[in-house]
């Protein structure tokens, strides 16, 4: 790293930390442009449930890596990672500063220390998985995963089928675990930037939860449910998809589909995204080199965006001396 090489800001935290309005205002201070680095975000229709801000949010501030992609997409992290690297070079090419925004963790690590050469898919292995979780149940992978490879497990959820397949198919296939297949790679872009690396969450996680509740519950007050109806109304999806099983959109899905009730709903939408909120700090407790930002003042309310933008801007400083 040398010391002229080009700011590029990385503001990671768990959902409803308040990532959105300090990209925003940190974009203003920088001559900045954002780049999302969330996995619904780039879904074009998952708007209300995925935080998605609005051309008014957007304070003219341009945002990129947001409606790129239909839900009967899958978007991999190998897609995110040559999407995000073309707007860096295209910011940096124009004279702004690059903001990175998001809590979709792997993308942040694919991206910035490189993609790890993870062995492709074996469907006899994937076959063998899935006949054993009709048998045994999802959460049974999910225990056999946390036996030998506990981090893994930690990251993801005993009900998200998908990843668990994954995780343990890369296990049996190769005798290493998968969170040892991502510790890096080749290709990361931390040494070709001045990279200052934020994390914003309140230092009482009851605050974050409360944040949690109150948001979702507003998501629905703005239709939410209408959203996902429109999404089922097009007949192409399901919940195998990526997109759909994004969180708060599969709660959603199985309400409609008759599952449990509306007070359930809330319930489990909420369980689920303060599930992901404790995914996400699990990551970053192990992240290197990063700048946490408390968003609690000494009384234990949230601090103002401008205080959070001004706390941001000091790591900026102290990065570029």
Partial sequence: M??????????????????????????????????SVDSALVYRGLNIGAAKPSLDEQAGIPHHLMDICDPAQPYSVADFV????????????????????????????ALLEGLSDIPPADPEIREAIEAQALREGWPAIHAELAKVDPLSAERIHP??????????????????????????????????????????????????????????????????????????????????????????YRQVWAYLDGDYDYDALIDKGVAATRQLAKRQL??????????????????????????????????CRKSTI
């Fill in 2 to 35: 040398t010391a002229s090489a080009p700011l590029a800001v990385a503001l990671m935290g768990p959902t409803a930390s308040g990532k959105t309005d300090t990209a925003i205002g940190l974009a203003h201070a920088l001559n900045g442009e954002i780049i």
């Fill in 282 to 315: 699990t990551w970053l407790r192990g992240w290197p080199g990063l700048n946490w930002v408390d968003t609690l003042d000494e009384c234990q309310n949230l601090k103002d965006i401008e205080e959070i933008v001004h706390l941001c801007l000091s790591f």
């Fill in 82 to 109: 040559a999407d995000a690297r073309q707007c860096i070079n295209d910011i940096v090419a124009r004279g702004r500063t690059p903001i990175l925004a998001g809590g979709t963790m792997m993308y942040f690590k």
């Fill in 159 to 248: 009900n998200h089928s998908q990843r668990l397949g994954r995780a343990l198919e890369v296990w049996r296939s190769t005798g290493k675990p998968l969170s040892s297949w991502q510790s890096g790679g080749q290709g990361g872009l931390l040494d070709q930037y001045t990279w200052v690396q934020l994390a914003l969450a309140p230092r009482e996680r009851s605050v974050l939860h409360a944040r949690i509740a109150l948001r979702f519950e507003r998501m629905l007050e703005q239709g939410f449910i209408d959203e996902v109806k429109a999404l089922r109304a097009r007949g192409d999806l399901n919940v195998s998809l990526p997109a759909i099983r994004a969180v708060g």
